[in-house]
C-alpha cells in the first residue's frame, strides 16, 4: 500500500519524499531520466575520469538549508569542502574582488568600500537566525518583522540602484552585482539588491562549498536517506498521466507549471489553468564544461585560490549582458559564473588534470552558439586559458529542457523570481492546486531556485497537515 508519490527526484522532490517517510508515510518516487538527482547530478561529461557536475556545482543554499541541517546526511558519505576564496571577482587591471568566509576580512579588502560593506551584508549576516525563514521559505506573517523590515528596506530594491549609492569603487560594485546575476533578471529590477546581498552574506555564513565527488554526493545522500526510511525512487519512469499513476492520498509534483499541465492539465478547473499557463520563464543558459591539461592561468591570485569565479568585468558590463538576455539579445561580452571544483577536489579528474564548469545566460530557448564568446570573456582574464583545453561538452538551452522539462527555454530557476512571482509562485495557492492530494513542491514555489530542498519540505508539510 503506497501513501504518497513524488514525481521527479530532484532536490526538492527527494526532501519532499523524505518529509513524508520521517512522518511514516510508504514513499514512492517515479524519476523521467536513467538518474535520480534532476538538478543535481554528476558525470563524465567529456573524458573518463573526468567527474563534471551536470547542473549544480556550487552549494551556498545546501548547507545553509534549514530542513537539510536536520538530516544525517554526512553518514551517507556527504562531505562539504570550503574553498579559501568563496567568490573571485577578476578586474582588467589585474586585481580581483572577492569573498572569504571572514566578513571582517573581506570588507578590509574593499578598501574604502569595507565599511559599507560590513554594515550593509554584515547586516545580513548578523540578522540571518532572524530573516532566515523568511528568505527561504514561503510568504507567511514574519517571526521577525523589524529584522525581516531592515532586509526588505535593501532587498527590495535593483542592485544597480543599491550598488551605485552605496559603493564607490568599481571593485565592489562588481562584486555585489555578479551574485545579483544569479537571480537571472536585469540588474535594474526590484528585488535584485536581495538576490545579491543574499548570496554574497552566505559567504560568511555558511560559505559556498562544493561537495566531495561532485554534486551527485548529494543527491546519493538523499536518496540513501531516503532508503533508510522505507522510501523508494524509481529512475527510468516518466509519469505521463497523474491518472495513472498507484492509488495514493498524496501526490507532489516536483514539476514547473508547463510539464504539470502535461500530465495533470486536465484535472483542474479552467481558471487555476489558465494561471499556470500565464506563469512566466526567463533567459535561458549556455552551459559549457571543460576538460583540462593544468589549472586556469587566473592573473589574479585570489581567482586561483577560488571556488567560483564570477567573469564579466564592472557592473556596467555585467547589467548589460543581463539586459541582453533578457531582452532577447545574444550579449558580445555575456557574464560567465565559473565553478573550479578541482582546485579542492582532486579526486575529479586524473592525476594533475582539472575540470572547470561555467555558463553564461542567453534569451529564452536560444540556438546562438557562446562557446567562443565565453571563452574569450576568460582568456581576458585568464591568458592562456584555451590551450589548456584537452575536451568541452556543449549544454544549450533546448539540450537542458530535453533533458529537463521543468527549464522552460533553458530557464535554470524554473520561472522568472521577480517581485510579482516571488510570491504568486506558481500561483496564489503556492503548493497546493485545486486537486484534493495533489501537490507541487518543485522550485516554481517557494522560495525558489537553488538546491536546497524548501520547496520540497514546505510542501510536503502541508500536505500532511491536509491529510
Ligand atoms: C545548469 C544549471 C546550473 C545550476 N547551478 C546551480 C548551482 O550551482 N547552485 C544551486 O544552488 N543551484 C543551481 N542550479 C539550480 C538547481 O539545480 C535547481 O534550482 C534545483 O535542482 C531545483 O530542484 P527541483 O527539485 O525543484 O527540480 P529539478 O532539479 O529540476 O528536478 C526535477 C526532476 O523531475 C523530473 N521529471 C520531470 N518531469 C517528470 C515526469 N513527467 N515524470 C517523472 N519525472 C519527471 C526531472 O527529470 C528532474 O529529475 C542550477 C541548475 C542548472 C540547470
Known sequence: MIDAVVIGSGPNGLSAAIVLAQAGCKVVVFEANATAGGGVRSAELTLPGFTHDVCSAVHPFA??????????????????????????????????ASTVRSLEATAAGLGDDGRAYADIVGGVVRDWPRISRAVLGPPTLPRHPLALAKFGLHALRSMQGLAMSTFKSEAARALLA????????PLEHALTAGIGLTLTALSHIGGWPIPRGGSQSITTA?????ASLGGEVFAGSPVNDVDKLPRAKIVLCDLSPRPLLRIAGHKFPRAYRRRLERYRYGMGVFKVDWALDAPIPWTSDECRRAGTVHVGGTLAEIAASERDAWS????????????????????????????????CHVPSGSTVAMLDRIERQIERFAPGFRDRVLARSITTPRDLEANNPNLVGGDIGAGVTDLRQFFTRPTWRNYSTPVKGLYLCSASTPPGVGVHGMCGYYAAKLALARS
Open 63 to 96: 548547507i545553509a538549508s534549514p530542513f537539510w541541517q536536520t538530516l544525517p546526511l554526512s553518514k551517507y558519505g556527504l562531505e562539504w569542502i570550503q574553498p579559501a576564496v568563496m567568490l573571485a571577482h577578476p578586474l582588467d587591471d589585474g586585481r580581483a
Open 328 to 359: 532577447g539579445r545574444v550579449s558580445e561580452r555575456p557574464f560567465v559564473l565559473m565553478s573550479q571544483p578541482t582546485t579542492l577536489d582532486p579526486s575529479r579528474a586524473p592525476a594533475g588534470k582539472h575540470v572547470a564548469w561555467g555558463y
Open 222 to 226: 538523499l536518496v540513501q536517506h531516503l
Open 178 to 185: 555578479g551574485s545579483a546575476a544569479h537571480g537571472m533578471l
